[in-house]
């Protein structure tokens, strides 16, 4: 796909995203995806235990106990979001792996442009 682009490109403009590209600083891509991998980890630990605590507290049975924890995980992203904390967690977990024109989106909507 790159190569297209290239293609459509004058002579001056291709050497330009060479020197570009070549410019460009090495992403850390093995060190984000683990940070998505553990954020993102997290958060379904948190959802389980959610749904645990209404399994064994609440009498639920484990399908019945969904609904309430989805309502609580939306619960607990407002109090985030209203505390400013939750676009911090975002850029914590964020998989910072994109290239230009593609998209990497991680949990809850946590998206990379």
Known sequence: MANNKLKKLT???QEYQ???LA??????T???VLRAFLTGGLICVLGQAITNAFVHWG????????????????LISVILTSLGL???IGAM??????RSGH???QFNGFCCH
């Open 103 to 105: 998209r990497f989106c």
């Open 18 to 20: 060479r020197m570009a």
């Open 59 to 74: 009498g639920m049975d484990k399908v019945k106990a969904g609904n309430p924890t989805v309502a609580v995980l939306i």
């Open 30 to 32: 093995l060190r984000n």
């Open 11 to 13: 002579p001056v403009q």
């Open 86 to 88: 939750y676009d911090k």
């Open 93 to 98: 977990g964020r998989g910072r792996i994109c």
């Open 23 to 28: 410019k460009q600083p090495k992403r850390k």
